[in-house]
């Protein structure tokens, strides 16, 4: 595959049309994988000279924040500095000159920015329902299953299955793993198709790792942070609420806030990232497991501003729905204040109605009108995983895991930003993974109480 991405840096210096496989804007491992594996495998079972080029829909100062992503290009020896990211190739340019043709993987929505690209499209592979035919030539292959990278085994396997070789079986059998929680049947990800694929898989490269080994080795991998700065792992996982110019930025951080606390330079950074985004507060939630694994979360709420800080910290402090049972940790420095959250099964999705209570206190209090808060993620995938219905209120049709009202009839032939084609599986977010983790977690507790009585 190195090799393969080489020449696809190469082609990219050429004057000549390219044939584009997009994965999405998120560019989890599924969409990652499903992109480059889809492209090789065309790229091989094409005629002479034609390459499809598998372009991350991130800018490459982004890749650290995946760190799963990050893990398994070193597991499988393929260099980051192969592939090629959105930042690196323009492709409006490219369709304004009558040379791009695109493929899209993992998703079936072009961003409102890229809407002009929707012209170029002629094939859609993805594993959430469209509720809409295509008119020719954009030929449409969906089906709801756990993983895109499920499909792109197929289409391989089905295809030529001698164009498939041990390092891209690899690939597309730790992802569909991954994406389908270790294909555990009580967690109902993995649909019979992939379990189908990940057995085919196996059966053709024995020497594949145990489904055990890969999926803990990955899961692990996105949850560790310890390669990021400060800035980085605040905006890894990052949400905000806005009202009245106040922005307040809430960020899960994967590790001990004590631990987090003793970084170097950290009132320095937090000072420069709440700066660079323009946020008034920053509410940190750190969360992990013990050796014992028993979750852990814990807060951190930095506000240089002691007025909104107070109200934030009072509200938090007397909460009864949810309950947060905090207990003030010492702190290293008066703007920063830290919590020891007893309540471990109040995640993030859970405080967002309780922190835009505290910002409506903060404008009582000081007598400010105030309209209804804004809550936006950093990226359409985050916006779509997190919110539960309790959040609700706070955004307009961005949480996927809830029911949601009637939508609009679906534009015919439209790829486009605001069309409500995205209704399949939820993706799961390194939050809900742990969140499901730490309900998994309790209910072992409560078991072993119940059994000891």
Not at 237 to 242: E, H, L, R, T, V
Not at 276 to 296: K, R, Y
């Amino acid at each position: 595959m190195e090799d393969y991405l080489q020449d696809c840096r190469a082609a990219l210096q050429e004057s000549r049309p390219l044939h584009v496989v997009l994965g999405n804007e998120a560019c989890d491992l599924d969409s990652m994988v499903s992109a480059l594996a889809l492209a090789f495998y065309l790229t091989k079972t094409a005629k002479a000279g034609e390459i499809f080029i598998p372009v991350l829909n991130i800018n490459r100062s982004e890749l650290p924040l995946r760190g799963d992503n990050v893990f398994f290009l070193q597991k499988a020896q393929i260099p980051e500095s192969v592939l090629i990211f959105r930042d690196e190739i323009d492709l409006h340019t490219l369709h304004q000159a009558g040379q791009l043709t695109l493929t899209l993987v993992d998703h079936h929505i072009l961003p409102k920015s890229d809407a002009a690209l929707e012209e170029a499209v002629v094939e859609v592979l993805d594993h959430r329902p469209i509720e809409q035919k295509y008119c020719p030539p954009c030929h449409v292959s969906v089906e709801l299953v756990g993983s895109c990278a499920t499909l792109v085994a197929e289409r391989i396997l089905q295809g030529a299955p001698e164009a498939l070789d041990r390092q891209t079986a690899s690939l597309l059998h730790g992802t569909i793993i991954l994406d389908c929680v270790n294909m555990d049947a009580k967690i109902g990800k993995a649909t019979p198709k992939d379990s189908k694929y990940v057995e085919k898989l196996e059966a053709l490269f024995p020497d594949l790792p145990e489904r055990k080994d890969i999926f803990d080795s990955l899961q692990k991998a996105k949850f560790d942070v310890s390669g990021l700065t400060t800035e980085q792992m605040l905006r890894k996982d990052q949400k905000a609420i806005y009202r009245q110019g106040i922005k307040m930025a809430i960020s899960a951080v994967y590790m001990d806030l004590e631990v987090f606390l003793q970084r170097l330079d950290l009132l320095e950074d937090i000072s420069a990232f709440c700066h660079d985004h323009s946020c008034d507060a920053l509410v940190a939630m750190t969360i992990f497991f013990t050796p014992n694994n028993e979750p852990v979360r814990q807060l951190a709420i930095f506000c240089p501003h002691s007025a909104l800080r107070m109200t934030i910290c009072g509200v938090l402090e007397r909460s009864t729905s949810p309950p947060l049972k905090l207990t003030p940790i010492p702190s290293v420095s008066p703007d920063l204040q830290a919590y020891v959250q007893g309540n471990t099964q109040v995640s993030r999705k859970k405080l967002l109605p309780v922190l835009q209570e505290a910002l409506s206190a903060y404008f009582d209090s000081a007598k400010i009108p105030s309209g209804q808060p804004e809550v936006v993620g950093l990226s359409r995938e985050q916006a779509d995983n997190e919110l539960d219905r309790a959040g609700n209120s706070l955004i307009s049709g961005l949480s996927q895991d809830e029911e949601e009202p009637p939508l609009p009839p679906t534009p015919m032939n439209s790829l486009v930003d605001e069309c409500p084609l995205d209704q399949g599986l939820p993706k799961l977010s390194a939050e809900a993974v742990f969140e499901k983790c730490t309900q998994i977690s309790l209910s072992q507790s409560t078991t072993a109480c119940s059994s000891n009585n």
